[in-house]
């Protein structure tokens, strides 16, 4: 019964979602990008990742993530709201040039981050569920990237983006409705949880701070300006924010109470072993869901990092050079780290992306406004310096 209502829940998401005039409005055609940047990848780890370090408190950790976000997407909005306005400082244009550097940067390591959890996923339900396997299906992935790029760009890749957007928020859907059935059940039983946090104090801030880019995504909106005006793109990103964080939060809070804080090292596919308790079916859907958001994923920051450093250097670096830089720190990252911290260094290059975005809102603010950009642009400091791990 159970399985029925995923599968069910799953394919009427996913018809929802193709419901042409759900598909053509165009305020869902805006929030469908960062929606689907903020809850793809870290959706798959973030839970886990919350359970094992904070226990029961995972959900006020989640709170707390999605209230960073919100505050940073503010500076953001309040930015994309005053460029639409009329030309700014001269102040305001270079650090913005700056910002689009940090980003840059950052989609150097998100494509890391995508690929290595594709690897990961891609080779756990297989006989090669190990390390070394999981690192050469990343590596084989990084390297077709390259030569698609190199060959005949991503547009041929477009497609396949629409399309796993649908499948992941189809299968979260019905992830989602599973989960609550099993919770549903623990609690007629009176078996929930609350595990005490193994990590407090300045530990368990820090590894908070390199979770950020587990709710990055919604900056997204402020690139969009070629397709929609600012103020569609402004009320994209509270929409995205909005609904992104109300699923983390269901998500969240039902991990925390109905499953064990894991023993030992956490694996970046735990979720696949939590889900196979609640459904057989989930960990099939997961993966499914894994594979081709995380490629699609990895295809579109590709293609902006290379479109963004093609732009700051007037073309003087060609997209193919730029693909092939990035395909090379790919690389480096797959086989000199692992997933957790390159999660940590995305979470960090994100945040000094932010942290020069509350700079320029700051600049533009007056009253308490600039006051709570000006904090904002030293959380994003503090974030960049600080952000760890999860051991």
């Known amino acids: 019964m159970q399985t029925i209502l995923i599968l ?19 305020l869902w055609r805006a929030t469908i990008t960062p929606l689907a940047s903020i809850i793809g990848s870290g959706f798959l780890v973030l839970g886990p990742v919350l359970n094992a370090a904070y226990g029961g408190f995972a959900p ?19 930015n994309i709201a005053r460029r639409a306005a009329g030309a700014r400082s001269a102040f305001e244009e270079r650090v913005e040039t700056l910002a689009s550097w940090a980003l840059a940067v ?11 959890l594709l690897g990961a996923f891609g080779t756990h339900l297989t006989p090669w569920n190990d390390t070394v396997h999981a690192r050469v299906l990343t590596s ?14 991503f547009a041929a890749l477009e497609r396949l983006e629409q399309v796993s ?33 193994s990590e407090t104090g300045w530990t368990g801030l820090a590894i908070g701070f390199g979770l950020i880019v587990t709710v990055q995504g919604f900056e997204t909106s402020r690139y969009l300006g070629d397709e929609y005006d600012a103020a569609t793109r402004i009320r994209s990103m509270k929409l995205a924010q909005i609904v992104s964080a109300a699923i983390y939060m269901v998500y969240v809070a039902m991990l925390a109470y109905a499953f064990d804080t894991p023993d030992g090292a956490l694996d970046e596919t735990a979720i696949i072993g939590m889900m196979a308790q609640v459904s057989p079916i989930l960990p099939l859907l997961l993966t499914a869901a894994a594979l081709a958001a995380q490629f699609s994923a990895a295809v ?17 670096v060609p997209l193919r050079v730029c693909y092939a830089a990035l395909v090379g720190f790919g690389l480096m990252l797959t086989w000199g780290a692992d997933v957790f911290q390159i999660i940590a260094y995305a979470s960090r290059a994100f945040a000094a992306y932010y942290a020069l975005q509350c700079l320029i809102a700051w ?9 709570l950009f000006g904090a904002l642009a030293l959380l994003g400091a503090a974030i960049t310096l600080f952000g760890v791990p999860i051991e």
């Not at 950052?106 to 290595?116: M, P, R, T």
């Open 8 to 26: 069910a829940i799953t394919l009427s998401a996913g018809a929802f979602l193709a419901w042409p005039r759900l598909a053509k409005a165009t």
């Open 60 to 78: 006020l950790a989640m709170a707390a993530l999605c209230l960073v976000a919100w505050s940073f997407g503010a500076a953001i909005r309040a």
């Open 106 to 116: 950052a989609y150097f390591i998100s494509v890391a981050y995508y690929l290595n």
């Open 140 to 153: 084989a992935v990084l390297l077709a990237i390259l030569v698609i790029g190199w060959r005949k760009g």
């Open 165 to 197: 957007v649908g499948l992941k928020l189809a299968i979260i859907a019905g992830l989602l409705a599973g989960l609550a059935w099993y919770v549903a059940g623990l609690a007629s039983q009176g078996r929930l949880r609350i595990d005490a946090p």
């Open 300 to 316: 579109a920051d590709t293609g902006g990092a290379g479109g963004l450093v093609e732009e700051l250097t007037r073309r003087r």
């Open 363 to 371: 600049r533009g603010a007056r009253g308490a406004r600039a006051a």
